[in-house]
């Protein structure tokens, strides 16, 4: 699938667990300040470890003015006009790791126990079939063990454990996991699966 076509893929709805119903699409600029309201929303557990101060106006500004679809395909999640979750897709379109993408995911508080993290979580690993790249891999920290429990399902592994390796904004020390997902075996699969159909119809 050419990644015009999987763009042109949201806008799309979705029923969360007990009906409550919200909207996957793309970012773009406009989102702005629906984007530094939405982290700025989050409880301080919540942005302890964010790579970036993303409550900083400049730092949203330069997420949003430096935005291609080519190096990142960012999906928000709105409940009406709010973002209620925040989950891009990231890749390098160049370098010795351009087949690996990584996957981040941050949603609003009560919207999680929803099933809302595990949609965007499949949104995210079926574009990077889509894309064709082989591997996945997240951060995190030990203390996010829903994010874990979701990733595990998808099939990621735990793939490092780097220990003290991050800080959070009080300097306090945390572990850091890598998790991969090999892709590349899921098209293998895939391609297995297909070519024993062929097999058992020409037999």
């Known amino acids: 699938m050419e990644k015009k076509d999987i763009l042109r893929l949201y806008p799309k709805d979705v029923t969360l667990r007990g009906g409550q119903k919200v909207t996957i699409r793309l970012m773009t600029a406009a989102d702005e300040e629906a984007l530094l309201e939405f982290f700025r929303s989050l409880p301080e557990k919540d942005r302890l470890f964010l790579k970036e101060d993303m409550t900083d106006p400049q730092v949203i500004h330069r997420w949003v003015k430096n935005l291609d679809y080519n190096r990142v395909i960012p999906l928000l999640a709105f409940s009406g006009e709010r973002i209620v979750a925040d989950a891009p897709l990231l890749m390098n379109t160049h370098g010795w790791s351009r087949h690996v993408g990584e ?3 941050v949603v609003s508080s009560d919207f999680r126990r929803l099933g809302l993290g595990l949609i965007l979580s499949k949104e995210l690993f079926f574009l990077a079939l889509s894309l064709k790249l082989e591997k996945l891999m997240a951060e995190t920290v030990e203390e996010h063990v829903a994010i874990i429990r979701i990733l595990k399902s998808l099939g990621f592994e735990t793939e490092a454990v780097l220990k003290d390796h991050v800080k959070d904004i009080h300097g ?3 572990n850091l996991l890598i998790m991969t997902h090999d892709v590349k075996s ?3 699969r895939m391609e297995d ?8 119809l020409s037999g």
């Open 103 to 105: 996957f981040r995911l």
């Open 172 to 174: 306090n020390p945390h």
């Open 193 to 200: 699966v297909i070519r024993d159909s062929f097999a058992d």
């Open 186 to 188: 899921v098209w293998k």
